[in-house]
């Protein structure tokens, strides 16, 4: 028929039979070299990163940063801050300022302006903390003095504790470090891009001023204050005596990192040091009397050798019960045993 004529037409166009084996193989069709070409000019110029612009200075909360790659894009009013940090009122001027700014542009002033801030020096082991209050709705914002020592960690410090004020005044929800806490901290990193991501602490190293070391071991303590009693008070691991030593470091990293290696090295050296050390006595500061290590007593000791024994003789289940029968035990046979 016409049909079957125009279809084996059209089959032996896209076939070639092969007459030794009698089978038909199809053909591929070519690549069109040029329509390749093409595609991967489309591709190669639809993802061209764009370049940044170029900063021409920064803002003030961003040039608080104690290390710029470009110190001539900080803001020539910061320079006053830092040099004068140690001062307590250009220290408060410099934390109204902050909060003026991150409100501004973070928060759409909807935080209080009158919100009260202050410079705390009870606040040892954190940079600071916001206080809350139910009753009237407000919110307090603590720093601290000892390890807020610079205008970098001020900031910092005082953008985390404005996204707690937040959370708790315009989202009305006090969820710590939750969703809420988070979500007003991305809008500060949005609003200023050049400042470190907001986290939930900080790994700030604290300087304090004394540094009680141990003259046997080395052990040392840090103290803010002459809290240790050098004449009473001795070293828990080796019972030696203390001096004070006055740290004139200054807050940075390296000396941290420099004591922990000395320790690190001196390690075992002191170990052998105290191994098989003879313990010195230690002094009691009720009475003054010297005070020897306690031996456990006789009935300890008998207390220690047969408490599972009776304990399954008896078929006792209480501690109270076990207790009283070995005492019984310890009563009868105290002469024989000791």
Avoid at 190 to 210: E, Q
Avoid at 241 to 257: G, P, Q
Wanted: proline residues 4%; glycine residues 2%; contains cysteine.
């Amino acid at each position: 028929s016409e049909n079957d004529d125009s279809f084996s037409r059209i089959f032996k166009k896209k076939t070639n039979i092969n007459k030794e084996s009698n089978q038909t193989c199809f053909k591929t069709p070519k690549k069109n070299p040029e329509r390749f070409e093409n595609n991967l000019r489309l591709v190669k110029t639809a993802f061209i990163p764009r370049q940044k612009e170029p900063v021409k200075q920064l803002s003030f909360i961003e040039s608080l940063s104690r290390n710029l790659e470009d110190e001539s894009l900080r803001d020539p009013k910061v320079e006053y801050y830092i040099k004068k940090f140690h001062l307590k009122l250009v220290r408060q001027e410099l934390l109204n300022e902050c909060y003026r700014l991150f409100n501004k542009n973070a928060f759409d002033n909807k935080l209080p302006m009158d919100m009260k801030l202050v410079w705390s020096d009870k606040i040892t082991s954190t940079a600071g903390y916001c206080k809350y209050s139910s009753r009237d709705l407000s919110c307090e914002i603590h720093v601290s003095t000892k390890v807020c020592t610079d205008p970098e960690r001020l900031r910092d410090t005082l953008a985390h504790e404005m996204c707690h004020a937040a959370a708790f005044l315009v989202s009305r929800c006090n969820d710590n470090h939750g969703p809420i806490w988070k979500s007003w901290t991305k809008k500060v990193n949005f609003a200023f891009r050049h400042i470190p991501k907001i986290t939930v602490t900080h790994s700030y190293s604290i300087t304090k001023k004394f540094i009680f070391k141990c003259t046997r071991c080395h052990l040392e303590i840090h103290r803010f204050s002459k809290s240790i009693n050098i004449e009473k008070e001795v070293c828990g691991i080796c019972h030696g005596r203390f001096e004070i030593i006055k740290n004139s470091a200054k807050n940075t990293d390296l000396v941290n990192n420099y004591r922990k290696q000395l320790m690190e090295d001196r390690f075992d050296e002191i170990r052998s040091e105290l191994h098989g050390a003879p313990v010195t006595p230690r002094q009691n500061q009720a009475d003054n009397k010297l005070l020897t290590p306690r031996q456990p007593n006789k009935f300890a000791l008998f207390v220690k050798e047969n408490y599972g024994s009776v304990k399954k003789e008896r078929n006792l289940n209480s501690h109270k019960d076990v207790m009283q029968e070995l005492s019984k035990n310890f009563k009868l046979l105290s002469t024989k045993i000791f």
